[in-house]
């Protein structure tokens, strides 16, 4: 019986082939499992590529995209990392399992958390948040960046986007979020981003 928790790994992938490298990878993944010699074993938990909801104006109006959240990585969720590296030189395309020298390099913990706490197995897209500016501050009112306003790099304000950083392969990579800027709350609000510049 395993006691190991499973950890978050990232794969590096082709770049805008990260949902058919993810089906691929749970294929060879499944059909490892079913090779082993081991009860119930299982190598691959789950295997996703993040995205992320953010909206933008077109014809006058606002519509809800969903971009992804890491281009060019998917995360596989598993115990047996090694095993898993092995595995990937069955996927008939690009696939890179990353290590900081020899060591396994998980997603950073607090990513971790915060993604897996911000959406679920079946469906890893992080909601959009709205904020408010109060002079250069960017307060957050609701959404998955409340309480992570230190976190965010930069906002562009015409695209609904918030800029942070991600731990990743022991490296620190900039991705971006949805984030909805509004009129202050003493003001007119009706939940959608007002059409100010970028910021």
């Not at 294929?27 to 082993?36: I, N, T």
């Not at 281009?71 to 047996?80: C, M």
Request: with cysteine.
């Amino acid at each position: 019986m395993h006691t190991r928790q499973p950890k978050w790994y990232v794969i590096q992938v082709e770049t805008g082939r990260e949902q058919a490298m993810c089906q691929l990878i749970e294929r060879v993944g499944a059909e490892a499992s079913l090779e082993s010699d081991e009860d119930g074993y299982q190598l691959l938990e789950e295997c996703f590529s993040p995205q992320y909801v953010t909206r933008h104006k077109i014809h006058g109006e606002w519509i809800d995209l969903r971009k992804r959240l890491l281009p060019g990585y998917v995360v596989a969720i598993t115990r047996h990392p090694a095993h898993l590296r092995q595995v990937l030189y069955r996927v008939p395309k690009f696939t890179r399992l990353l290590t900081v020298g020899e060591t396994f390099a998980p997603l950073g913990e607090e990513d971790r958390a915060w993604l897996e706490a911000t959406t679920h197995k079946g469906d890893r897209t992080v909601p959009m948040s709205m904020a408010y500016k109060d002079g250069d501050t960017v307060v957050v009112t609701e959404g998955p960046l409340v309480g992570r306003e230190g976190q965010i790099v930069r906002v562009n304000r015409s695209k609904c986007l918030a800029f942070l950083e991600f731990q990743v392969g022991g490296k620190r990579i900039t991705t971006q979020v949805g984030l909805g800027i509004v009129n202050r709350p003493d003001n007119t609000t009706d939940g959608r981003p007002d059409d100010g510049a970028a910021a």
